[in-house]
């Protein structure tokens, strides 16, 4: 098992630079008074995809040689790592082939079409994606892409808090004393580890994950993986199970995992609407939804919060009925 370094961070990040935005950081006055913290916000809601996701996928596509990017590249996901990795293959002119549960969000599976992605529909459970995932690999050939384990994938999510720490410098006087970021298969929180703990490993990252999909806080408390097979939670990019290589970091480099319930989610996601005006899905509201549920954890403090993507279908808001 490789597991990918700094150097590989900074490697990836100049890989990337003509396919990706540098995203904003935003504040809030309100969300800062309702939680006593000053919070930060990485927007990568606003990245192109829509998704950090794109960060790695594009490290992983134009990192490949030019006779392994001719067979093309391949992948299962619930929809940001599908739409990212079917971007990346898009600029690169190859062919991009998808496994995704048929219980994706629709404008998950529009964008992996409009962006070139071809889709094979599975069940919604870690083992039916699989399954069919192999079958796909066998049949085109194409690069296995890993959504999150994999070391190319972590280096370039990896470059998302090197950003924010400069831009913190820059734009704000300094660094982040907490970072949050949302926790599925581990991915953004990886990379997050990986950077952070080189250029400042005196900040607490802190991972933020649904009750109904808990199995990487369980994971923590007893210090080996617990895989769920089909966690059912309103948070669609957090369902998967962490792996070996997210695991070295998480056992390694997180400091607590916090949960929230499906109404705390829903919750944070349409404050963020309202009082922020952008758009975020509900995997990205779950460390807000975290941190309005542990406030004496973070007031007073300068918390980064990663918004992991805004890919949302617009006629099914989960607060509308």
Same mark, same amino acid.
């Given at each position: 098992?490789?597991?990918?370094?700094?150097?590989?961070?900074? #490697? /990836?990040?100049? $890989?990337?630079? +003509?396919?990706?935005?540098?995203? @904003?950081?935003?504040?809030?006055?309100?969300?800062? !008074?309702?939680?006593?913290?000053?919070?930060?916000?990485?927007?990568?809601?606003?990245?192109?995809?829509?998704?950090?996701?794109?960060?790695?996928?594009?490290?992983?596509?134009?990192?490949?040689?030019?006779?392994?990017?001719?067979?093309?590249?391949?992948?299962?996901?619930?929809?940001?790592?599908?739409?990212?990795?079917?971007? #990346? /293959?898009?600029? $690169?002119?190859? +062919?991009?082939?998808?496994?995704? @549960?048929?219980?994706?969000?629709?404008?998950?599976? !529009?964008?992996?079409?409009?962006?070139?992605?071809?889709?094979?529909?599975?069940?919604?459970?870690?083992?039916?994606?699989?399954?069919?995932?192999?079958?796909?690999?066998?049949?085109?050939?194409?690069?296995?892409?890993?959504?999150?384990?994999?070391?190319?994938?972590?280096?370039?999510?990896?470059?998302?808090?090197?950003?924010?720490?400069?831009?913190?410098?820059?734009?704000?006087?300094?660094?982040?004393?907490?970072?949050?970021?949302?926790?599925?298969?581990?991915?953004?929180?990886?990379?997050?580890?990986?950077?952070?703990?080189?250029?400042?490993?005196?900040?607490?990252?802190?991972?933020?994950?649904?009750?109904?999909?808990?199995?990487?806080?369980?994971?923590?408390?007893?210090?080996?993986?617990?895989?769920?097979?089909?966690?059912?939670?309103?948070?669609?990019?957090?369902?998967?199970?962490?792996?070996?290589?997210?695991?070295?970091?998480?056992?390694?480099?997180?400091?607590?995992?916090?949960?929230?319930?499906?109404?705390?989610?829903?919750?944070?996601?349409?404050?963020?609407?309202?009082?922020?005006?952008?758009?975020?899905?509900?995997?990205?509201?779950?460390?807000?939804?975290?941190?309005?549920?542990?406030?004496?954890?973070?007031?007073?403090?300068?918390?980064?919060?990663?918004?992991?993507?805004?890919?949302?279908?617009?006629?099914?808001?989960?607060?509308?009925?």
């Amino acid at each position: 098992m490789y597991i990918p370094n700094f150097d590989d961070m900074l #490697a /990836a990040h100049a $890989r990337i630079m +003509p396919y990706i935005h540098r995203t @904003p950081i935003l504040t809030s006055s309100y969300l800062n !008074d309702l939680t006593g913290a000053q919070l930060f916000f990485k927007c990568e809601n606003f990245q192109k995809a829509g998704a950090f996701k794109v960060r790695g996928a594009s490290n992983a596509v134009f990192g490949l040689s030019n006779e392994d990017a001719a067979k093309g590249v391949c992948t299962h996901s619930s929809g940001n790592h599908a739409l990212s990795l079917s971007y #990346a /293959a898009g600029r $690169r002119g190859i +062919p991009c082939n998808v496994v995704m @549960p048929r219980t994706a969000p629709q404008a998950k599976k !529009d964008a992996v079409i409009g962006y070139g992605g071809i889709i094979t529909e599975c069940e919604p459970s870690t083992t039916s994606r699989e399954e069919v995932f192999a079958q796909v690999q066998a049949k085109t050939g194409g690069d296995f892409v890993h959504p999150y384990n994999d070391p190319r994938v972590i280096a370039g999510q990896g470059t998302c808090s090197f950003e924010f720490m400069e831009q913190m410098e820059a734009e704000y006087g300094g660094p982040v004393e907490m970072m949050v970021a949302p926790i599925g298969g581990g991915g953004m929180i990886s990379g997050t580890c990986l950077t952070l703990s080189h250029i400042a490993p005196d900040i607490q990252i802190i991972a933020s994950e649904p009750e109904q999909a808990d199995d990487a806080y369980r994971s923590f408390k007893a210090g080996h993986i617990i895989a769920d097979d089909a966690p059912d939670t309103i948070a669609d990019g957090l369902k998967v199970p962490l792996k070996d290589l997210t695991w070295h970091f998480v056992s390694n480099h997180v400091s607590d995992i916090l949960t929230c319930t499906e109404q705390e989610i829903i919750d944070a996601m349409k404050m963020t609407w309202q009082r922020m005006k952008i758009v975020i899905e509900p995997s990205c509201a779950v460390p807000l939804a975290t941190i309005i549920k542990n406030k004496d954890r973070f007031a007073g403090k300068r918390v980064g919060i990663i918004i992991t993507g805004g890919n949302v279908d617009l006629d099914l808001l989960p607060w509308v009925k």
